[in-house]
């Protein structure tokens, strides 16, 4: 399942969302993560979309694409995430592969780092694990 905007949980066991201003990354997460049954993927394209989203909605994880709408900044939606979730696993996904950037992204406690163009069958062993880490902590969120 996909849905943009007005993101709502799903009868699945879990709820990922991906957030992305990029359509073609969104759709290709989307399509990557939907082969399990068990999982629904919503998608956001703007960093209060997201938060909103994940606000009360049971979440296992979220997909950040730090390249993300030119009024949004990516960073400042991982930081608002990891003070209001600070267990939820978020995967940070950019093209920006500078040090600086990398070093802000692994001091907000992200739970892994991808650069772009992201590999399908690493973001698939990247998201078991998210969810796994997600059943772990299940009482946390």
Avoid: C, W
Avoid at 36 to 58: K, Q, S
Avoid at 71 to 100: C, F
């Amino acid at each position: 399942m996909y849905y943009t905007g007005g993101v709502r949980v799903a009868d699945s066991a879990y709820a990922l969302l991906t957030a992305s201003a990029d359509e073609t990354f969104r759709q290709q997460v989307v399509e990557v993560l939907s082969t399990r049954p068990d999982v629904t993927v919503h998608a956001t394209d703007i960093g209060h979309e997201t938060i909103m989203a994940v606000l009360g909605e049971g979440v296992a994880a979220v997909i950040l694409d730090l390249d993300f709408h030119p009024a949004t900044d990516g960073l400042k939606t991982l930081e608002v995430l990891k003070k209001l979730y600070p267990h939820m696993p978020i995967i940070v996904v950019s093209a920006d592969t500078s040090m600086a950037t990398g070093t802000q992204v692994v001091e907000k406690g992200v739970f892994y780092y991808l650069f772009k163009p992201v590999n399908s069958t690493e973001l698939k062993e990247v998201v078991e694990n998210a969810i796994k880490h997600f059943d772990r902590n299940r009482k946390r969120f």
